[in-house]
């Protein structure tokens, strides 16, 4: 196995002897730790159940890989309910202990992620889905701890270096979970290290849940403000008049209320072609997951063929707004020309605003509070996947202030907004840097790097 030497800092402890791993990438462990590949030391190495939908959540509770978070904590708010037979419950019944990994997920980052079923979980008598595979170790006393080592870099590069397919995708299975190879020290200290581990770590998800937090709430009150300029207007002694739209209420006198068809151009874009018809150009193009609240994501563009009447009709010019179709329906974006020539395919609208009716940012900002009071989701058929088409788009009531104070309202928001994305930008780092710190510390411990005292 060649795997890249992991980023591990080597703290050397006066009287703590050393031995070599035999393991390049892990190098020196302490005297007494043994090195083994994980499936000599499992009782248990199986996959899951779904079983048959229930109703009225009777049955029993299958967990899910999606009610795993990526730090492998769990999010349980709407367990799933299926109807097992008795074998089925016998063979995915979760014991306090058990680790269970994710093995296949829509999302590359979220393979291999791990959880560890603790006291609670356990008192849950729940079973466990086909998505994931369950670990149970030998010796109950290292379950905590190989969960630490599997959900840390340590286990998660092996995870992606055995489970590479030639197609540069991620197959997780229990014949390669069991290949990881383990560093691991007596019951006694492992115990330790485990104690020290959650104490530490509970305090470090503190402090990351308490910032996250401060961002959660400055984004709120920098929505509530955006809201209230695009519907209320900034002057709070203004007169008002009822707007004619209930989910609305009262606007400022002066204002006015227009279907956005009327200050601006609708064009839905081309549906996906594959094949060059024989006159064709090959363009990138712009899908509903390229479109975020405000902006664009660019991060993985496709391309598709267009004709010469196409590239006309479909190409995005800077200051349009990009409106998603379908997913989350009438999420907006401003196009500042992310890329030099870009178009778009039929799940996303391009609105080219009438600069004399219209300012194209403060339609943003009232699109985007449309978005957060879920108007768009209130005015789409929800048989299946929910639709915004065009003909809805173009009948949506917007609030239209005089183009002056629109101009106002955007000035306003911006000098807001700007201070509180400045207070965001400054979070942001110190909460990346305490996952950073968390998954340094745990590195450290389970690989002996560093001692742990009983004080």
Known sequence: ???????????????????????????????????????????????????????????????????????????????????????????????????????SSGSKEHIGKSAYVDKEIAELKACFSNFMQRLRTTDKYFGKFFYYILNNHIGREQMNFLGQTTTGLINLNGSVLGEIKIAYPSKEDATKLIDFLDQKTTKIDELIKKNEKLIELLKENRQAIISHAVTKGLDPKARMKDSGIDWIGDILEGWGVKKLKYVAEIVLGKMLQNEDSGKDELKPYMRAQNIQWEIVDITDVKEMWFSDYEIKKYRVQKGDLLISEGGEVGRTALWNGELEECYIQNSVHKVTVDKKLANNRYLLNLLKTYGKWGYFESIVNRVSIGHLTREKLKEIKIVCPPKNEQEQIVTYLDKKSSSMDEIIQKIQPQIEKLKEYRQALISNVVTGKVRVDES
Request: proline share 5%; charged share 30%.
């Open 1 to 103: 196995m060649n795997l890249k030497p992991y980023p591990i800092p080597f703290t050397d402890i006066t009287g703590q002897k050393y031995k070599d791993s035999g393991i390049e990438w892990l190098g020196e462990i302490p005297e007494g730790w043994e090195v083994e590949r994980l499936r000599y030391l499992l009782s248990r190495n199986d996959g899951g159940v779904w079983g048959n939908d229930t109703i009225n959540d009777e049955g029993d509770i299958v967990l899910r890989s999606t009610e795993v978070n990526i730090n492998g904590s769990w999010s349980i708010q709407e367990p799933a309910f299926r109807k097992l037979s008795a074998s089925e419950k016998r063979k995915a019944l979760l014991e306090f202990g058990d680790i269970l990994v994710t093995k």
